[in-house]
């Protein structure tokens, strides 16, 4: 069998294909949503491209629909994509080499998805070079974009994306990304994940009674962190 290699633009395309159906899936279903608010394909192709972040996407749908000021609408996304500023420091330290620019590239376009996959690989201690990551990211992009226009297109022949499970694809995949992660941890340190993991579901299970589900998965990540680094201390 020929083994999986983490080095060019292409091997990082095909790292990505697995992942695709998801975001066909909520991209689709975030067009038909933004059709239906009164978006234009045009701006919900727009949206895509420019914010890039599917639960956002669907926020400010609603708050569009429900006519929320501008200014709530912004802050809202800004609290949602935070997590995105701890994905892009927790990968930062295997750029180092890179330049500005380049860490700048792979920030930007770092997705759930993509940061899944990816930190499965380096779970795995592959050595990943960034136009893999680059491969990876940006046909994540390409993906959602196409997929939400695409979803926009059907929005008036389709008035409810979720009858036709669209939804649970998703989900579906964020499933497969976290059994790789966590099979790979599991065997290598199996007391250390297995407490970084309560720690995160007690948490977020605590944090949502008081703040929103937003911060609440803020909070629990900086928990789950500070004790993967204290168990990891430890050794």
């Not at 983490?6 to 067009?31: D, S």
């Not at 407490?195 to 995160?200: A, H, K, P, Q």
């Amino acid at each position: 069998m020929e083994k999986v290699k983490y080095e060019t633009f292409r091997e990082g395309v095909q790292a990505c294909l697995p992942t695709v159906l998801g975001y066909a899936g909520i991209g689709i279903a975030a067009g038909i949503v933004g059709k239906s608010v009164g978006l234009s394909v045009f701006h919900v192709a727009m949206m895509s491209i420019l914010i890039y972040a599917g639960s956002a996407q669907f926020i400010i749908c609603g708050m569009l629909a429900i006519q929320a000021p501008v200014s709530a609408i912004i802050l809202t996304t800004f609290l949602i994509n935070l997590r995105h500023f701890l994905m892009s420091m927790s990968v930062a330290s295997f750029f180092k080499k890179e330049s500005l620019i380049t860490n700048i590239g792979i920030g930007s376009l770092l997705t759930d998805e993509s940061y899944g996959v990816l930190m499965t690989a380096i779970s795995n201690e592959h050595k990943i070079s960034s136009n893999w990551t680059h491969g990876l990211n940006i046909t994540a992009y390409l993906a959602w974009i196409l997929s939400t226009v695409g979803g926009a297109l059907l929005g008036n022949w389709i008035p409810d994306p979720y009858m036709l499970g669209l939804d649970f694809a998703l989900v579906a995949m964020f499933a497969g990304l976290f059994v790789l992660q966590v099979d790979t941890a599991i065997k290598k340190k199996t007391k250390q994940t297995l407490l970084v993991i309560f720690s995160v579901c007690i948490s977020i299970f605590i944090s949502m009674k008081f703040f929103s589900s937003e911060l609440a998965v803020l909070i629990a990540t900086l928990i789950g962190c500070g004790v993967g680094v204290t168990v990891s201390h430890d050794e």
